[in-house]
């Protein structure tokens, strides 16, 4: 099946440092998704994004569609220790909702007080 | 909280038995997903219903079944379990199945426990 690397498997970061993160892929993808999930808890929708060169903020964070269409990034400002948790991006193949969401393996993040 | 929900919130059952779990998805929204997520894995897609028809399977085993009913709620069947099924069940409802947007918003999961 498709497959989308996530990077960096895992980070650990001072509180107030900026973090980022990314997915790239071997295909080209329509929608890219940033998901947040806390531990035993369902994932949340961050961002989504639908065009390629797309920058979209939300609070401190800010995820950009790459142009090429195949990688998508995620920044959050200034962590705070609420930021902990894995963070997982998501692809949408073709405009088509037939086609499930592919996801990254995910960002484990830790945020140091 | 997404709108999705899912019941029960924890499952422990014995090896060869058979559960269902529960999927409710937001208002309005016509589209269900199943994810099994194990232990440190990612978000691996099962099935997903539109509006109580099939439309996508990814690597949902022959022992897994799931439907969607009338109202839209979603039942997903696991039988003849085995303990490497112990994992996080998702459930996640979208708006539509088609078009570009396909936002899907999580339920909160069912853990399964298989001993």
């Known amino acids: 099946g498709q497959q989308l690397n996530q990077s960096p498997q895992s980070m650990f970061i001072q509180e107030g440092e900026d973090v980022s993160m990314n997915c790239t892929s071997s295909?080209?993808?329509?929608?890219w998704l940033w998901y947040k999930q806390d531990p035993g808890e369902g994932p949340v929708l961050l961002i989504a994004?639908?065009?390629?060169?797309e920058l979209t903020s939300n609070g401190r964070l800010t995820a950009q569609f790459g142009i090429t269409r195949k990688d998508s990034f995620l920044n959050i400002s200034a962590s705070i220790p609420s930021d902990v948790g894995i963070y997982f991006c998501a692809g949408q193949l073709r405009d088509s909702g037939n086609t499930p969401l592919v996801f990254g393996k995910g960002t484990r993040l830790s945020v140091i007080a | 909280d997404s709108g999705v929900t899912q019941t029960p919130k924890h499952l422990i059952t014995a090896t060869g038995q058979r559960v269902t779990l529960r999927c409710s998805p937001r208002?309005?929204?016509?589209?269900v997903y199943w994810y099994q997520q194990s232990l440190d894995q990612g978000l691996q897609f099962l099935i997903h219903y539109y509006n109580g028809e099939e439309r996508a399977k990814g690597n949902i085993l022959e022992r897994f079944s799931a439907q969607q009913f009338p109202d839209l709620h979603s039942e997903l069947n696991l039988s003849s379990l085995e303990l490497g099924d112990s994992a996080l069940y998702f459930c996640?409802?979208?708006?539509?199945?088609?078009?570009?947007?396909?936002?899907?918003?999580f339920g909160p999961g069912t853990r399964l426990t298989v001993l």
């Open positions: 994004l639908y065009k390629a060169g």
């Open positions: 208002s309005g929204d016509l589209s």
């Open positions: 996640a409802s979208s708006k539509i199945a088609g078009g570009l947007v396909n936002e899907q918003f």
């Open positions: 295909s080209i993808f329509n929608t």
